[in-house]
């Protein structure tokens, strides 16, 4: 048994216990889920600090009756990613003991899943190198196996770090359990920090180097996560480069024009359509609805009473080249066209999807709905979302789309329908962040409504949300004025009536009088 010349702190305790409740009994995964449980800010602080007595842990067995075993289930898994999220921040000056020992000492009764995983990398953003431990620490765990999906939550969390060589070890190391998720996620994280120049010469040296198989999969994965970045021109050349070996195909024809459209090059998407053309290949309805955003951007940019009939030329050359339209046609026509505050022609053309075989999907009822709401038509706004929900897509209602619509109406000052809005967001289920509650109370601040600000700050408490007090500006426009009284004028007396004729008549008199002349000294 491990033994110590210090005295035990709290979690070593919690974790001496553990080892003595899982040797008697079958079902050791649940006492690891009541043995460490760091919940509190009181916890964390005294699981720091050395104590020199011993509070029992408590067992509660109301938990095994629950009748959501799945939130029962989420919770374990989340406070003991907790546990080893704590565990790779704990900085160990006093006792150098490698990472990798830590854990097997403390968490080796647990069977890892890629859900704890990922659960724990999400919540560790600043434990750095120390996860690479964490890494072969699992991969020494002899009730776990990496996989292709496991291997990819390291690749992000490195690549997020911007750590190439850490992803590089991943890399090799998995080897031969490294999939497209891994590749994927590697490619993908190259290209978000900007080195173009690596994404092409890790898809050259990819087989050789991590066992990736290039194929036409593969580099059409690397050319889209390119050209959605706007790196059409890396793109273009490295398909060129690798003609020989791979021909591109439609798609990824379609990408780099794609690619092109999102860096605002317009010219270099219609030349390579016509080398398209030339080469026998004809693009798709995905180039054509690139071309048709570009289009619509730079109208807005330089002139936004001709995007109209631009769009109309581009839907004219898809009609005559016989590429059907689908509902991202439409979604492009009817976001730019909000975006420049025709929404009641963007409300037709929807109502005219359905001549085309076209019917909206979930971006098409949420770019309505912001629009409508930004135009002041709440009513409609409030149908549209009846209608979206209607049809099928009330899963896409989630917490950040009810805030962007509780934002719109907070700028036109409509607080009271955000209020409803918001009341809507609660019955559907999602549950208001800290943004939500911040934005609202301080719009209720500044209309000087300080119960209801008062009332959704202990909503907020009581749903364990973390507002913090601040300070709201009550806005000018909305204080309320002190009524004046108006003076009732008093009917003038005739003394006073001839008294102020004399004084006029004075005023008068003395104005013909020729004034002496200043002299100057």
């Known amino acids: 048994m491990w033994r110590s010349s210090t005295p035990l702190t709290s979690l070593e305790l919690r974790r001496f216990l553990l080892r003595c409740f899982s040797s008697s009994s079958s079902s050791s995964s649940l006492v690891l889920s009541y043995c460490i449980r760091p919940t509190s800010s009181l916890d964390l602080y005294?699981?720091?600090?050395?104590?020199?007595?011993f509070t029992p842990p408590s067992f509660p067995l109301s938990r095994c009756f629950s009748s959501q075993p799945n939130d029962s289930a989420d919770a374990d898994l989340f406070e003991?990613?907790?546990?080893?999220?704590?565990e790779l921040?704990?900085?160990t000056d006093s006792e150098p003991v490698p990472i990798i020992q830590r854990l097997q000492r403390s968490f080796s009764h647990i069977t890892p899943s890629p859900p704890l995983i990922l659960q724990t990398l999400n919540i560790s953003p600043d434990a750095g190198r120390t996860v690479l431990g964490f890494y072969k620490w699992l991969s020494s765990n002899p009730n776990f196996a990496h996989s292709d999906e496991t291997l990819s939550f390291f690749v992000d969390y490195f690549g997020r770090r911007k750590d190439f060589k850490a992803t590089h070890e991943v890399l090799v190391d998995g080897r031969n359990l490294a999939g497209a998720k891994t590749l994927e996620s590697a490619v993908d994280r190259l290209v978000r920090a900007g080195r173009v120049t690596q994404v092409v010469s890790f898809f050259d040296r990819m087989e050789v180097d991590y066992g990736f198989r290039r194929d036409r999969e593969s580099l059409t994965m690397v050319v889209s996560k390119l050209c959605e970045n706007g790196f059409a021109s890396h793109a273009e050349k490295m398909v060129k480069?690798?003609?020989?070996?791979?021909?591109?195909?439609?798609?990824?024809c379609d990408l780099l024009i794609k690619g092109w459209c999102v860096d605002?090059?317009?010219?270099e998407a219609k030349r390579l359509a016509e080398?398209?053309?030339r080469g026998g290949f004809g693009i798709g309805t995905l180039a054509y609805n690139s071309i048709l955003d570009c289009v619509c951007k730079l109208c807005r940019k330089k002139d936004p009473f001709r995007l109209e009939s631009e769009a109309e030329k581009i839907l004219v050359d898809m009609d005559v080249a016989g590429v059907p339209r689908n509902v991202e046609t439409f979604n492009v026509l009817i976001t730019n066209l909000c975006k420049i505050r025709k929404t009641e022609d963007a409300m037709k053309l929807f109502y005219r999807m359905g001549e085309w075989g076209c019917y909206p999907n979930e971006t098409t009822f949420l770019v309505l709905t912001r629009s409508l709401y930004q135009a002041a038509r709440v009513g409609e706004g409030d149908e549209m979302i009846d209608r979206m929900k209607s049809a099928g897509f009330g899963d896409a209602l989630e917490k950040?789309?009810?805030?962007r619509f509780i934002k719109i109406l907070c700028g036109i000052e409509r607080i009271d329908h955000a209020m409803t809005v918001f009341a809507k967001m609660k019955e559907d289920g999602c549950k208001p962040g800290i943004k939500?509650?911040?934005?609202?109370?301080?719009?209720?601040?500044?209309?000087?409504r300080i119960d209801k600000a008062n009332a959704l700050s202990s909503e907020a408490v009581n749903r364990g949300v973390p507002v913090e007090p601040k300070s709201y500006k009550l806005d000018p426009r909305f204080v309320k004025k002190p009524t004046v009284a108006k003076k009732e004028k008093k009917r003038e007396t005739f003394p006073e009536k001839m008294a102020r004729k004399r004084s006029r008549l004075k005023k008068i008199r003395l104005s013909f009088v020729k004034k002496p002349k200043r002299r100057a000294y």
Do not use: R, W
């Not at 005294?46 to 007595?53: I, K, T, Y």
């Not at 003991?80 to 704590?86: G, P, R």
């Not at 480069?241 to 990824?252: G, M, R």
């Not at 605002?264 to 010219?267: A, Q």
């Open 89 to 91: 921040l704990t900085e």
């Open 241 to 252: 480069n690798v003609a020989n070996e791979i021909f591109p195909n439609e798609t990824i």
């Open 275 to 277: 080398e398209m053309y």
């Open 80 to 86: 003991i990613a907790e546990s080893l999220s704590f």
């Open 264 to 267: 605002g090059k317009l010219d």
């Open 46 to 53: 005294s699981l720091s600090c050395p104590q020199h007595h």
């Open 436 to 448: 939500t509650y911040d934005l609202l109370m301080g719009k209720l601040c500044a209309h000087g």
């Open 400 to 403: 950040k789309a009810y805030y």
